[in-house]
């Protein structure tokens, strides 16, 4: 790829005029009801007995049900108080700009050469229900870190040398409001582009998941869309989509402020016309009542039309207090699911099946079995799965064919969470 590109001005974020430390307000770009939105919505204690109504058959323990009654009242003060989502506004703040920026390593077997660029924390204004980072609690206020880029420049400035990737962002989604149109997301493009002007052989990537949609990237900031900067650099970036397989209805509100899954896929194919790594999808979570044949099939057909030829697959994580949460939500539409929902959960010899902090995977042999109904689905639509590597350990001890499930994707360049390998130079990544 050429190098001769236009250089760009020193761009850090300034806040606008009024705009003040106690708040920032933003709009949505793309939003839909959150539960206390929802019709007829009525919120329902999750406990023992209701779950012995529901058909799940094995004894549960003291520490499950305590565990279950303090979802049940969790749910109730987020739903009282209006908290399900992060709201409309975000404050700002400082981060140590000599501070290393953080291994993505959740399990102990991830890549070691990934780096979170996280330039906010607290809650995410898409506001999954079933986050994978902050378990559904969307409390905390959104804290935007004006000064992030410097500390990136930093890090790409000591790593240039090494094919590592840089990932926007798995804390939050990297494409949220607050970063949109407080400008740090095109700041941060824009020190990757400025670092690769500087140092045009420098062996890092870029590595994005977003659930945002192609309006998202057209939000300008001082003149420029995230389109035309990362057009700039389009052959060192890597765009996932994030797109689990579930109903529309229900992932309008477990999803609330997210891109649809039309708008997700129109937007990899947006960025492979610019010239990005756009062709894979992070399939999660993974729903074990809404895996019907007919929920994959739609699925996959329409990641093929949009031109996916890779997904990585993963079963719901979370704390058993999120399973209730996410359990009010199947109650409203689809009460006689709620005992298939948690019965591959809360057996007591499945307590172990922790991947990362007390977040909780489903039953082993039954990821086993949907893993295969997914095998065959993506086989038939000529799409690769890649699968994290705690995935393939945990599955691989009930059934061998598990651990080779990703050769075609890795012949392809794919490792763990989809990551490219093929981007980095000479393809010497370690990935």
Known sequence: MPHHRRRLADTDFKPKKGETPSGVPFPYITTKPACYDVEEFVQIKIDVNLLKQSGVDYPISQQVASELLLGSAWFSKLYNNKNLTAGNHYVEGLTDVLEELEIHNYTGLC???????????????????????????????????????????????????????????????????????????????????????????????????????????????????LFSLMALIASRIQLNGSIGIMPHYLRDVLEPNAASIEERLDLLVQCRKIGLYAESVLCQPLMLPYLTDE???????????????????????????????????????????????FQPYLAEDNQNHIKQRSRLAPERSVCVEYLKKIQSASEEHGITI????????????????????????????????????????DNKGTV
Request: glycine share 4%; net charge positive; charged share 20%.
């Open 386 to 425: 890649s699968l994290c590597n705690w995935v393939k350990h945990e599955l691989g001890a009930k059934a061998e064919w598990v651990r080779t499930i990703d050769r075609a994707s890795a012949a392809n360049g794919y490792r763990c969470l989809g990551y490219q390998s093929a981007l980095f130079p």
């Open 111 to 225: 890549p070691t050469n990934v780096l979170e660029v996280s330039p906010s924390a607290g809650s995410c204004a898409v506001a999954c229900q079933y986050c994978l980072v902050t378990d559904g609690n969307h409390v905390r206020p959104i804290t935007v870190y004006t000064n992030y880029t410097e500390r990136l420049a930093n890090s790409l400035e000591r790593n240039r040398n090494n094919p590592i990737f840089y990932y926007f962002s798995p804390k939050t989604e990297a494409f949220s409001e607050p970063h949109l149109f407080n400008g740090i997301a095109h700041d941060i493009i824009r020190t990757f582009v400025r670092h690769f002007d500087r140092y045009p052989d420098s062996a890092v990537r870029i590595f994005i998941a977003t659930k945002a949609g192609t309006k998202h990237l057209q939000v300008q900031h001082k003149g420029d869309s």
């Open 295 to 341: 929920n994959i099939h739609n699925y996959f057909s329409l990641l093929a039309v949009a031109g996916v030829r890779n997904i990585k697959p993963e079963f719901l994580t979370t704390e058993i207090r999120n399973l209730v949460i996410l359990a009010q939500y199947i109650n409203h539409f689809d009460p006689h699911l709620i005992g298939e929902f």
